[in-house]
């Protein structure tokens, strides 16, 4: 369960990695909503992969680093995804393996 701490460290973590704050398209609205709703869909998708992740036990993950890694592999990661599941689950596995060992 998330205590309040935890919260404020997620909150960080998506204004400083995910920069949810900040919008390329300043002057139009749709794009700026198009922009979070992009931002949102990416930080779904990230706690997504952190819920499939079979973690051992006393085995813990820096979540910056989680996002860094899977930024550094997002192209990868959207062509995996027109793939069959077999491919996407090694993918994941690959990809739980690295954040694992940042």
């Known amino acids: ?3 309040q701490w935890d919260i404020e460290l997620l ?3 998506y204004k400083s990695y995910i920069k949810i704050g900040q919008f390329k398209a300043k002057a139009n609205v749709s794009k700026m909503l198009c922009e979070l709703y992009a931002k949102l869909c990416i930080i779904i998708i990230f ?3 952190l819920g499939y992740m079979n973690l051992t036990n ?3 993950i820096s979540l910056p680093k989680a996002v860094l890694e899977l930024k550094r592999r997002a192209r990868e990661f959207f062509t995996v995804l027109n793939m ?3 491919r996407i689950r090694k993918f994941l596995e690959n990809l739980t393996i ?3 060992l940042t």
Do not use: A
């Open 1 to 3: 369960m998330f205590c």
């Open 11 to 13: 909150f960080k973590l």
């Open 47 to 49: 706690h997504g992969i």
């Open 58 to 60: 006393n085995v813990e």
């Open 84 to 86: 069959p599941i077999l």
């Open 98 to 100: 690295e954040i694992q």
